[in-house]
């Protein structure tokens, strides 16, 4: 459900449209493709003025990607190539972003760039889902909190809670 409608049965598209949208594990960008072309592939369902508007925005708010435009997204960094893929999931205007292992395969140095960028994300109002297995950087950004253990919700609670929980600090947190 979003927003009272049934999405369930949706096409990918549809689903699109109705307001989510993905940035899936792995900096899933297209790699011949320039940084810039990546960007626009995002906002396929809405007209070009709103595209050049929101890419725009998106340069201003990354820089890197501008200074990155023209360059192969096969050539970026690991970091950059998951903001890209941030980026361009942010140019459909979502409601909803799902992140989903956002700091999977990253130096530290690099997690704490993307850590950076969800928390811009969440400052200018978008609502967020982060799939994350890196649990300081999940319980640093997050308002709420579901911890899972073979499917099923075993403790939740505001990242602060959670952060200061005996047995997530002992057993995610090493303290």
Do not use: W
Request: proline content about 5%; some cysteine; aromatic content about 4%.
């Amino acid at each position: 459900m979003l927003e009272g409608q049934d999405i369930a049965n949706q096409s990918g598209h549809a689903i699109v449209k109705a307001g989510i949208t993905m940035c899936p594990e792995g900096r899933q960008v297209f790699p011949q493709m320039t940084t810039l072309q990546n960007l626009k592939m995002g906002p396929f369902t809405r007209s070009d003025a709103d595209q050049a508007s929101d890419l725009d925005e998106m340069m201003d708010m990354f820089p890197i990607l501008r200074d990155r435009a023209a360059q192969a997204a096969g050539n970026l960094s690991g970091g950059e190539q998951e903001m890209l893929a941030i980026v361009r999931a942010l140019m459909v205007r979502p409601k909803l972003c799902i992140f989903d292992e956002l700091s999977l395969g990253l130096a530290p140095k690099i997690v704490a760039e993307v850590g950076k960028t969800i928390k811009r994300i969440k400052e200018v109002g978008k609502t967020i889902l982060l799939v994350e297995q890196n649990p300081a950087m999940a319980l640093r950004l997050a308002d709420r909190v579901y911890l899972f253990e073979a499917g099923e919700i075993v403790l939740s609670g505001t990242g602060e809670e959670l952060r200061s929980h005996p047995s997530v600090a002992k057993a995610h947190l090493g303290h």
